[in-house]
C-alpha cells in the first residue's frame, strides 16, 4: 500500500516552491475548510489563540469524514505540499474515489510522490503492537524526507486501530505529547479521524481534551475544553483541570453577555437609521415638487421671453428635479420596508402577478411583450411588498428586452417549506462581472439616456426577498436573458 516518494513534476522549482511556500499552520488548515464547497459548516477564526498544528475531526458518516478530510488534502497538494494519508487497507478504494470525485488527480499527485497512502501496519503497529518510539521515528523520518524536497508535511489518519486489544488510551495520549513535541515548530499539520459511533464515550472524552482544535457536526471551533497533553498526565491536573473549566465558563459567559450588548446597540442604531431615512426621504418630497412647480410655472408665464437656450435650461432643470422625486420616491418604499410590521399572512401568487400584468397592460401592450405565468404557489408573506417585487422583474425584463419583443415567462418549484421563483427574460442580458452589483442602491450599469431608473429597483427587490427570510440571486449570459431566482416561505394547506 505505501507509496515511495518519486521526483514531483516541477522538480526544478522545488528549491523555489520551499523558500516561497508560507508557513503550515492551523491557519492554513482552516483556509481549506473555509474555501472548500464540500464543507458548509462555519469555521471559527483563530485569532490570539496559541495551539498547536493538531486537528481532531470527530464523524459519524463517510459524508460527514471526506467533507473535512478532502478538503484538506486537496489544499495540501495545491500548496505544494506533501499530503500523507494513513488508512485502514480495506478502504483505500473507498478513499481514492472520495478525492476523485471532488477533482484530485490521485494517480498523478501518488506518481510524484506528492500523496503517499500508507497501512496501519507500516506506520503506527510496525512492531505488530502500537510502539511511541517506534511511530516517533517514522514521522520524524517521515518530515525530514518531506521537508526536504517539499515545503511542508501534511498528515491525515484514520484511527480507529487503537482500539485494538493491545493499544490503552493512556498510551496513545502519552504518544500524543510527545507528537506535539516532535511537530512543534515545524512545518507540519496533522488531521486525525475519529469514527464517534465505534469509540467509547470514555475514550472521546480523553480526546477531545488532547485536542487543541476539533471538527464535529459541520463545525470547526477551538476547543475550550483543551488540555495540553503534558499537563494532562501531572498529579495536580484535576485542581488544574477545574480552574480551567470555571475559567471557561466565566469567558464564555462574559463574551456572551458582551455579544448581547453589542447586538443591542447594533437594532438600536440600525432603527435610528432607517427612521432617519424614511424621514428624509419623505421630507425631501415637497420641497422637489416645489423646484419643478415654479420651474414650470416660470416657463409658463415668461415662456414668451425666453429664448430657446434658457427653455432648454429650464427643461434640464425640470428633468432632474422629476428624477430625483423618483428616487426620494424609491428610498422612501425602500426605508418602508423594515418599517412595517412582520405580521405575514398566505398570499395567492396568481392574484398577486394578475394585478402585475394589469398594472403594466400598457406597457406590455406598446412594447409588444408576452408575458407566460405557470401556476404559482401560495406563499406566507405581505402582498403588497411581493406584488412589488413581482412588478420590479416583470417590468425591469420590459425595460431590457432589447430590439426583439419581451418575453417574460414567470414560474415556482416547490423546495420542502420553500418556493424558488424565477423571473426569466430574452433581453440583453448582464456581463457576469457585474451581477453582484446590480442589487446594490444607486448601481446602475446604463445611463439615463439609454435606460431610465433610479438604481433602487432591484435593490428594493432584495430587501423585500430578505424581509420574508428568502435570497435572491441571478443567473444571466450577455445578449441571451437573465433569470432572476428568489425564496419564500411556502403556506401550509
Known amino acids: 500500500m505505501s507509496q515511495d516518494a518519486g521526483p514531483s513534476p516541477q522538480h526544478d522549482s522545488l528549491e523555489e516552491r520551499v523558500e516561497d511556500a508560507e508557513p503550515l499552520s492551523v491557519e492554513s488548515g482552516l483556509e481549506a475548510l473555509r474555501s472548500s464547497s464540500e464543507f458548509r459548516g462555519p469555521v471559527e477564526p483563530l485569532d490570539d489563540v496559541e495551539a498547536n498544528e493538531h486537528i481532531a475531526l470527530f464523524y459519524e458518516s463517510r459524508e460527514e469524514q471526506f467533507s473535512a478530510v478532502v478538503p484538506f488534502v486537496r489544499q495540501g497538494l495545491e500548496r505544494g505540499e506533501r499530503v500523507m494519508y494513513v488508512l485502514e487497507e480495506h478502504e483505500e478504494d473507498e478513499v481514492i474515489a472520495a478525492l476523485s470525485e471532488a477533482g484530485i488527480d490521485v494517480d498523478t499527485a501518488v506518481d510524484s510522490g506528492a500523496l503517499t497512502f500508507h497501512g496501519i501496519d507500516e506506520t503506527y503497529l510496525r512492531t505488530g503492537a502500537f510502539d511511541p518510539d517506534e511511530m516517533l521515528e517514522f514521522y520524524g523520518e517521515a518530515l525530514a524526507a518531506a521537508t526536504a524536497e517539499y515545503p511542508a508535511l501534511r498528515i491525515t489518519a484514520d484511527t480507529r486501530w487503537i482500539l485494538d486489544d493491545q493499544t490503552t488510551i493512556e498510551d496513545f495520549m502519552a504518544y500524543e505529547s510527545r507528537v506535539n513535541d516532535l511537530f512543534r515548530g515545524e512545518d507540519c499539520i496533522a488531521l486525525c479521524q475519529y469514527d464517534r459511533e465505534?469509540?467509547?464515550?470514555?475514550?472521546?472524552?480523553?480526546?477531545?481534551?488532547?485536542?487543541?482544535?476539533?471538527?464535529?457536526?459541520?463545525?470547526?471551533?477551538?476547543?475550550?475544553?483543551?488540555?495540553?497533553?503534558?499537563?494532562?498526565?501531572?498529579?495536580?491536573?484535576?485542581?488544574?483541570?477545574?480552574?480551567?473549566?470555571?475559567?471557561?465558563?466565566?469567558?464564555?459567559?462574559?463574551?456572551?453577555?458582551?455579544?448581547?450588548?453589542?447586538?443591542?446597540?447594533?437594532?438600536?442604531?440600525?432603527?435610528?437609521?432607517k427612521r432617519f431615512a424614511y424621514i428624509a426621504s419623505h421630507d425631501l418630497q415637497e420641497p422637489l415638487r416645489m423646484i419643478s412647480s415654479y420651474l414650470q410655472l416660470l416657463e409658463n408665464r415668461y415662456g414668451e421671453d425666453l429664448d430657446d437656450e434658457a427653455e432648454e435650461y429650464i427643461d434640464f432643470a425640470v428633468d432632474g428635479a422629476d428624477r430625483m422625486r423618483e428616487m426620494v420616491d424609491g428610498l422612501l418604499e425602500y426605508s418602508r420596508i423594515d418599517m412595517q410590521d412582520a405580521d405575514f399572512e398566505p398570499v395567492d401568487c396568481d392574484a398577486v402577478l394578475?394585478?402585475?400584468?394589469?398594472?403594466?397592460?400598457?406597457?406590455?401592450?406598446?412594447?409588444?411583450?408576452?408575458?407566460?405565468?405557470?401556476?404559482?404557489?401560495?406563499?406566507?408573506?405581505?402582498?403588497?411588498?411581493?406584488?412589488?417585487?413581482?412588478?420590479?422583474?416583470?417590468?425591469?425584463?420590459?425595460?431590457?428586452?432589447?430590439?426583439?419583443?419581451?418575453?417574460?415567462?414567470?414560474?415556482?418549484?416547490?423546495?420542502?417549506?420553500?418556493?424558488?421563483?424565477?423571473?426569466?427574460?430574452?433581453?440583453?442580458?448582464?456581463?457576469?462581472?457585474?451581477?453582484?452589483?446590480?442589487?446594490?442602491?444607486?448601481?446602475?450599469?446604463?445611463?439615463?439616456?439609454?435606460?431610465?431608473?433610479?438604481?433602487?429597483?432591484?435593490?428594493?427587490?432584495?430587501?423585500?426577498?430578505?424581509?420574508?427570510?428568502?435570497?435572491?440571486?441571478?443567473?444571466?449570459?450577455?445578449?441571451?436573458?437573465?433569470?432572476?431566482?428568489?425564496?419564500?416561505?411556502?403556506?401550509?394547506?
Request: charged content about 25%; glycine content about 6%; some cysteine.
Open 198 to 273: 465505534a469509540f467509547p464515550s470514555a475514550v472521546l472524552t480523553d480526546i477531545v481534551r488532547t485536542h487543541p482544535h476539533l471538527i464535529y457536526d459541520g463545525t470547526l471551533c477551538h476547543n475550550f475544553y483543551y488540555t495540553p497533553p503534558r499537563e494532562y498526565f501531572e498529579p495536580d491536573e484535576p485542581t488544574r483541570d477545574v480552574n480551567r473549566m470555571l475559567g471557561t465558563l466565566v469567558d464564555r459567559t462574559e463574551a456572551k453577555v458582551e455579544l448581547n450588548e453589542t447586538i443591542e446597540e447594533l437594532a438600536e442604531s440600525n432603527e435610528r437609521l
Open 354 to 493: 394578475e394585478d402585475v400584468v394589469t398594472d403594466l397592460q400598457l406597457r406590455i401592450e406598446e412594447s409588444d411583450a408576452a408575458i407566460v405565468v405557470e401556476e404559482l404557489p401560495a406563499v406566507v408573506g405581505d402582498a403588497n411588498q411581493l406584488e412589488q417585487l413581482f412588478s420590479n422583474l416583470v417590468s425591469n425584463a420590459i425595460k431590457y428586452s432589447g430590439e426583439g419583443p419581451p418575453r417574460v415567462e414567470v414560474s415556482a418549484e416547490r423546495q420542502g417549506d420553500r418556493a424558488v421563483f424565477s423571473v426569466a427574460d430574452n433581453g440583453i442580458g448582464i456581463e457576469s462581472e457585474y451581477v453582484d452589483q446590480i442589487f446594490e442602491v444607486f448601481n446602475r450599469l446604463h445611463s439615463n439616456d439609454e435606460y431610465r431608473g433610479t438604481g433602487i429597483g432591484l435593490a428594493l427587490c432584495r430587501k423585500i426577498v430578505r424581509h420574508h427570510g428568502g435570497d435572491i440571486w441571478v443567473d444571466s449570459e450577455l445578449g441571451a436573458g437573465t433569470t432572476f431566482y428568489f425564496t419564500l416561505p411556502r403556506a401550509t394547506a
